[in-house]
Structures are given as structure tokens and as C-alpha cells.
């Protein structure tokens, strides 16, 4: 072996340039004159490999979607300097994905390579591309419109808030969700002509609204699915249900409300429905606003979700549609949030000032949080309310999957 092999062995063991030259031999100044030719010879070989962006094939990846992370580990012949080494040489599609950290881990003949990488923000859209293009609407059975034998025209309020598509203990809520539309539809249609429906979705629709599980402002959930899962789940139960509804009534007014769990998953769930379903007999109030009123006849129907403070709803509602309050006598303020079914009727001397808060029930089991801050007995259930031009509310219907 030449004296050069045998230095360049010695500087594996990590001792002194005295230590080395007297194991070997050799006079300390000549083991380092030696040792300043090896490195020089290290730094010109090391430069023409860092042009090649040489690295060795065996390089391993793993990627959380849902996260939108991923992370890239690869063996090198040298020690990249820069990030931009880092990329060239793990072959990282900056189109798609942004270096967040990397490090280097000198081997005995080699360096490891890792480095984590986030999805960007304008990637997210062809990640939706790819589930649209594997998804397929759920069939529904069609419908013949009958007509009722009833001849009085009423106008229903179905709105079903808080269902947690993805919440823990929902596995089977599409079920409960489908039985519940159908039961409260056929009866309603059963005694009266459905002249029309205002459907209310949205609401914490989808009990999740971040790649990572959490509500809109980052509050950790137990989920029983992904977010991309509890959406496209979602989306289904949503197409079956307003192709389902629109065959019993005149009109269908689709009505979206955001809640505090998914207000941007919500939103896009319902625009994307509008763009879906192409029917001249569907309107469709998906805007994204909090509180919205719609009037038929001397009825006021207000919406929202209910998580912001409504003791003053009175007042608000008079105030932010004076219009609409002032040619109508029936005013409800249709609400959920709370999981269980509660009416508050606020009367003055004069009954046409006269104002009902209804809080409605919810569909979405127990999970624990809820048992834990003992939020449990209220029962599962849907309900449909049936409302005369004139008279107002005239009837309500309730349905429990239990």
C-alpha cells in the first residue's frame, strides 16, 4: 500500500496529525504536507461531482397528504453547501413542493441527505382535479313527481346543521342522513303540495376544514376520516339528497350557511354543487355570508349558524334587513350549533314585532370530547317545518335514526 493510501486511512481515525505520523512512521511535517495534497485532491473531485449533481440511486421518499409533507432521504459521494444542491441532486419538483429543512450526515465513505418538503398552496387545486376525476356521483332512484292530494300550498324549512361528516363515532352518519331526508320529505309531501323547500346546508357540514384535522381556526378533533374522505363523503350525501328533494316540490331554494368547523371546506363543497347540478328549478344562495333572510308570503326565514351570540337577534335582524322585516309577521331565526332542539319566542305589545329563536337538533353522534364535558342526552333527530303564505308555521315533523 502507498504511503498516500495509508494517510488517507489514518485520517479515518480521527486522531492527531503527531498521533497518526508516529503510528506510521513518518515524521509529523511530511504526514501533513501529505494530508494538504489528499484534501486538495478531496475539494477538485468533490466540485466536479457537485456539477454532475451526482448522487447515488438510493434514495428513499414518504409523504403525508394529508399534511400536504414529505419527506426525501438519498446517499451522496459529497456534502452539498447550499440548498440548491439539495434539490438538484433529490430531484425535488419545486412546481409543487418547497424545501422547508435538510441536513447532512457524513457516512464513512458517503453523506446522508434528508430533507423535508411542504406541498404549495397552488398544488392543493390539482390534488382536488385528481379526486373529481375518480369520483362518481352516488345513484339515487328517481322520483316521479305525484301530486299531493292536498291543495294548500306550503313552504318547508328543511335544515339539517351539524351533521360532522369525518367526526369520530359518524361512520355510518351518510345512513342516518339519507333515512332522515327521506322519511321528513315523503311525510311532509304526504298531506301538503310542497309549492317550495328552502334547504339549508352547510353548518358544520364537514367536521374538519384543514389537511390536518383541525376546525377553521385550529382546534385539534378526533375523526373516524381524512379531510379529503369526510369531503368527498360530504359531497355525495349532499348530490344525492338535493337531486332526491328537488322531485317533491315546485321550487328548491339551497340555502348555504357557514359553520365553525369548516367555513372554507363548507364553502367550497356547496359552489362546487351549484357548478354540478344544472336544474332551472334550483336556486341557489351559496354566498358566503353569515346571517341571510329569505321571504315568502308574510314569512321571514332567517339562517345562520349560531355559534356567534343571538340574544340580540331581534334587534340585529330588524336592523340588517328593515325590508324584509318590515312586510312580513311571521319571523323565525332557524339556528344550530348547540346539538339539541330549543325554542326562545320573543313577544312585544305589538304582535307583529313578534320574533321566534329555534335551535335545531342534530344528526351527529357523541364523541368524546362531548362526553367528557358531559354535552350528552340530547336526541338524535332531523326536522322539517311546514309554513302556510299567511299564517306561518303550520306544522313540524321530526325524525330520529335511533
Not at 495534497?37 to 475539494?43: C, Q, V
Not at 411542504?118 to 322520483?143: A, C, G, M, R, Y
Not at 369531503?231 to 348530490?239: E, K, R, V
Not at 329569505?294 to 351570540?309: L, R, S
Request: aromatic fraction near 10%; glycine fraction near 6%; charge should be neutral.
Amino acid at each position: 500500500m502507498s504511503l498516500k493510501n495509508k494517510i488517507k486511512n489514518a485520517l479515518k481515525w480521527k486522531k492527531t496529525s503527531e498521533y497518526c505520523a508516529e503510528k506510521l512512521g513518518i515524521s509529523e511535517d511530511e504526514f501533513n504536507k501529505i494530508k494538504k495534497e489528499i484534501y486538495a485532491e478531496g475539494r477538485e473531485k468533490r466540485k466536479e461531482e457537485r456539477d454532475m449533481g451526482y448522487v447515488t440511486d438510493d434514495c428513499t421518499s414518504s409523504f403525508d397528504v394529508e399534511k400536504g409533507q414529505g419527506k426525501i432521504t438519498g446517499v451522496s459521494h459529497t456534502e452539498p453547501k447550499s440548498a440548491e444542491e439539495i434539490i438538484q441532486l433529490l430531484n425535488i419538483d419545486t412546481t409543487k413542493w418547497k424545501l422547508s429543512q435538510y441536513w447532512n450526515k457524513q457516512m464513512s465513505d458517503h453523506w446522508r441527505i434528508s430533507a423535508l418538503i411542504t406541498k404549495l398552496k397552488n398544488s392543493d387545486t390539482e390534488h382536488i382535479e385528481q379526486l373529481l376525476k375518480v369520483w362518481k356521483p352516488k345513484k339515487f332512484k328517481p322520483v316521479k313527481r305525484i301530486n299531493s292530494k292536498s291543495k294548500k300550498d306550503v313552504c318547508a324549512i328543511l335544515s339539517l346543521q351539524d351533521i360532522h361528516f369525518g367526526k369520530e363515532g359518524n361512520q355510518t352518519i351518510d345512513k342516518d342522513f339519507e333515512e332522515t331526508i327521506v322519511d321528513l320529505v315523503e311525510r311532509a309531501h304526504g298531506g301538503h303540495n310542497l309549492k317550495k323547500i328552502f334547504y339549508v346546508v352547510g353548518g358544520d357540514l364537514i367536521n374538519m376544514d384543514t389537511w390536518a384535522g383541525t376546525t377553521t381556526s385550529g382546534t385539534p378533533l378526533e375523526n373516524c376520516a381524512t379531510a379529503t374522505d369526510a369531503y368527498m363523503q360530504a359531497f355525495d350525501a349532499l348530490y344525492w339528497s338535493i337531486n332526491y328533494i328537488k322531485q317533491y316540490c315546485d321550487d328548491l331554494q339551497v340555502v348555504y350557511i357557514p359553520g365553525n368547523h369548516d367555513r372554507l371546506s363548507s364553502f367550497h363543497l356547496s359552489h362546487a354543487l351549484s357548478r354540478s347540478i344544472d336544474d332551472p328549478n334550483i336556486l341557489w344562495d351559496v354566498n358566503y355570508l353569515e346571517r341571510k333572510v329569505h321571504v315568502w308570503g308574510d314569512n321571514f326565514f332567517a339562517f345562520e349558524h349560531g355559534d356567534v351570540n343571538t340574544k340580540n337577534s331581534l334587534l340585529l335582524y330588524a336592523t340588517e334587513f328593515p325590508q324584509q322585516w318590515g312586510i312580513t309577521k311571521n319571523r323565525t331565526l332557524f339556528t344550530g350549533h348547540l346539538h339539541h332542539k330549543k325554542k326562545i319566542e320573543y313577544i312585544t305589545t305589538n304582535e307583529r314585532t313578534g320574533f321566534m329563536l329555534k335551535i335545531l337538533p342534530s344528526l351527529s353522534r357523541t364523541d368524546y370530547w362531548h362526553y367528557h364535558n358531559k354535552f350528552i342526552g340530547s336526541k338524535r333527530s332531523g326536522v322539517i317545518e311546514l309554513h302556510d303564505y299567511v299564517k306561518g308555521n303550520i306544522c313540524e315533523l321530526t325524525y330520529s335514526p335511533d
